[in-house]
């Protein structure tokens, strides 16, 4: 074959991985959008956020292959890949993967319930016990305030007499 004719499928090929990247990419989107929902405010942040990634690193591919020409081959082979990869892989992925992130955070968090809870328990009984000490203090600070009270009016009392 032809130099022109090899060049011409290569990039073909990379617009069809370029496609299939994209597509595996907005999947983990929807991955996280599964595993944490938000508003529609945020979602369309992070749309953005992905198409204008998506857009320059299509415009670098672009750039680097056909010297930024856009050719519409490029862009059928980016639909391609896109397609290739929603009939292989379908919704499974978005499932699957939502699902094990999902157990692996639930037994996350059960791990460290189990291992925080003597935390906890100490935790507790120090904030009781602060409580008490405090109820204590209050008591202790409002019979010395009597007492200084008193005391400055035997004081004053002395003092008016002499």
Not at 66 to 84: I, K, P, Y
Not at 130 to 136: A, D, E, M
Request: with cysteine; aromatic share 16%.
């Amino acid at each position: 074959m032809s130099r022109e004719i090899v060049q011409e499928l290569t990039f073909f090929t990379h617009s069809v991985l370029m496609g299939l990247v994209i597509t595996f990419i907005y999947d983990w989107i929807r991955v996280f959008r599964k595993l944490f929902r938000h508003g529609k405010a945020l979602m369309s942040a992070e749309d953005l956020l992905f198409w204008l990634v998506c857009g320059i690193g299509v415009f670098y591919m672009l750039y680097r292959e056909n010297d930024g020409t856009l050719r519409w081959f490029a862009v059928l082979g980016a639909t391609v890949g896109m397609f290739f990869y929603k009939v292989i892989v379908r919704d499974a992925f978005v499932d699957v993967m939502s699902t094990c992130i999902h157990k692996i955070m639930w037994f996350v968090f059960r791990f460290l319930q189990v291992v925080l809870k003597p935390l906890k328990c100490l935790f507790f009984a120090g904030k009781t016990c602060v409580l008490y000490l405090g109820k204590k203090l209050k008591k202790c600070k409002e019979f010395i305030k009597k007492r200084l009270t008193v005391f400055m009016k035997t004081i004053r009392m002395v003092l008016c007499k002499h």
